[in-house]
């Protein structure tokens, strides 16, 4: 017996379209329990999905905290979630970095490499030319700790496969406007 579909979400259907976009948003919370949850549960439950999620306190004074939310979908699906973001009481401002301004967006990834002999040299190579630094090795394997835009660690990973590839751990996107003005 076959199971019952489960209907697409509004997200999915979003995502085959043509124009399905990615965009960074910018939240600008107050640092208090629950506020996490809320903004997480906002995309959950119409059923957006958030591909880089990360947080953390950017003014102590004020108890503010800034997530970065990388997302994607059509226009009109990123519009109406920050709509739905800006309207949560916690949440101070949303800021669309991919359409209001320009941004700098960085990740940082760890990469963990097995390989002898000639993928070892190989696993080397490469990191040299991505600018990735040894952080851990042993004789059979390295961890790099690597930096920049996501593009960039995307394409370090997709080499380190057919050398060795282990795993791979993600921080998740950080961006910030660039010039002198805040957010």
């Not at 965009?23 to 959950?44: C, I, Q, Y």
């Not at 953390?56 to 109406?80: K, M, Y």
Request: aromatic fraction near 4%.
């Amino acid at each position: 017996m076959n199971a019952p579909a489960t209907p697409p979400s509004p997200y999915s259907s979003a995502i085959g379209k043509s124009n399905a976009e990615s965009h960074t948003l910018s939240v600008l919370v107050d640092n208090e329990p629950g506020v996490l949850a809320r903004v997480v549960g906002l995309f959950s439950g119409r059923g957006f999905n958030i591909e880089s999620l990360t947080v953390a306190e950017v003014t102590h004074e004020t108890h503010l905290s800034r997530i970065t939310i990388a997302t994607s979908g059509t226009p009109e699906v990123v519009e109406q979630v920050r709509h739905q973001l800006e309207r949560l009481v916690p949440v101070h401002s949303v800021t669309d970095l991919t359409l209001t301004v320009r941004a700098i967006e960085r990740e940082l990834a760890m990469v963990k490499v097995r390989g002898k002999g000639e993928n070892r040299v190989e696993a080397l190579r490469l990191a040299e030319a991505f600018r990735a630094k040894v952080i851990d090795a042993t004789i059979e394997s390295f961890i790099f700790e690597l930096t920049g835009a996501p593009r960039k660690i995307d394409d370090f990973v997709e080499l380190m496969r057919p050398v060795g590839l282990v795993e791979v751990s993600r921080t998740g996107i950080a961006a910030i406007s660039r010039g002198p003005e805040p957010i």
